[in-house]
């Protein structure tokens, strides 16, 4: 048999809902029904057979354009929204949820009888010692990074050891991983490898929970269904919440 026919409209497309505008792209294949699909990343994606028009695309859309608000807006939920910070003297920044105030320490710390560049929490403050300031980002991202490294593990141990028990998963098949990610604030592979986004060290111990046991879910249903709500209402009551807190997360 020879390759299936596949093409895509490529320009912009748009419907209007309300107040609401909904970008959409559409795939044209040899299929014979069409589906909507709305990505982490708040694409919307319309696969159509190949004789379908675009007015009938557009009705299609038109009637889950509620739906499709509704996806958008719980991606929305793993977007990170943290704004940037400067990083000089007296600028806020958090770690788990609280302020904290910068603070740079011209020089270096000794330690174990070494001067050595190094980020410390005390207090209220984030102190940084270095004697070149032009390294003070790097030095508090790492600070940053470590912190993520040894929180996220010692959070989701607990959680990743009763959900495997409770669903018959066995915990080897949950590595965890720190990744940078620009548009989610957690993810899933198919073989069970919960990644997660360093930013979200600065969110509440509730909101990683929280964000862990969505991405944990997902072994189970692989898509937003209400079964899959239902299985991460059983694991963690009060979700909403801190859904909500992460949602509002530096706005």
């Known amino acids: ?13 748009s419907i209007n809902f309300g107040s609401k505008k ?10 014979k029904t069409l589906g909507i699909t709305v990505t982490p990343d708040l694409d919307v994606l319309v ?21 499709i608000i509704k996806q958008q807006s719980f991606f929305l939920s793993f977007h990170p929204k943290t704004p940037a910070r400067r990083y000089i003297g007296g600028e806020t920044h958090l770690y788990l949820g609280r302020q904290y105030i910068l603070q740079i320490n011209n020089g270096e710390l000794k330690i174990e009888n070494k001067e050595k560049e ?12 270095t004697s070149d300031k032009s ?10 990074l470590e912190k993520a490294k040894e929180k996220f ?14 669903h018959k998963l066995s915990t080897i098949n949950f590595p965890l991983s720190i990744r940078k990610m620009p548009t989610r604030w957690g993810s899933c592979t198919p073989k ?17 929970e929280y964000v862990i046991i969505h991405e944990l879910c ?4 692989h898509d937003h269904t209400q079964k899959f709500l239902d299985l991460q209402t059983k694991e963690m009551p009060d979700w909403e919440k801190w859904k909500s807190k992460l949602e509002n997360l530096l706005a």
Request: charged fraction near 25%; include cysteine; hydrophobic fraction near 45%.
């Open 47 to 67: 696969k159509a057979p190949i004789d379908s028009s675009l007015d009938k695309i557009k009705e299609k859309l038109l009637k889950k354009a509620a739906w």
């Open 153 to 166: 593990r010692r959070i989701a141990n607990p959680i990743v050891e009763k959900f495997g028990t409770r």
């Open 192 to 208: 069970g490898k919960i990644i997660l986004n360093p930013e979200l060290i600065k969110a509440p111990k509730g909101c990683i």
């Open 135 to 144: 390294r003070v980002k790097q030095l508090v991202e790492l600070w940053y």
């Open 22 to 31: 909904i970008d959409f792209l559409v795939e044209y294949s040899a299929r």
């Open 1 to 13: 048999m020879g390759s299936q026919q596949l093409s895509t409209i490529n320009y912009p497309l």
């Open 118 to 129: 190094t980020v410390i929490l005390k207090g209220k403050f984030l102190n940084v010692y």
């Open 218 to 221: 997902h072994l189970v249903y």
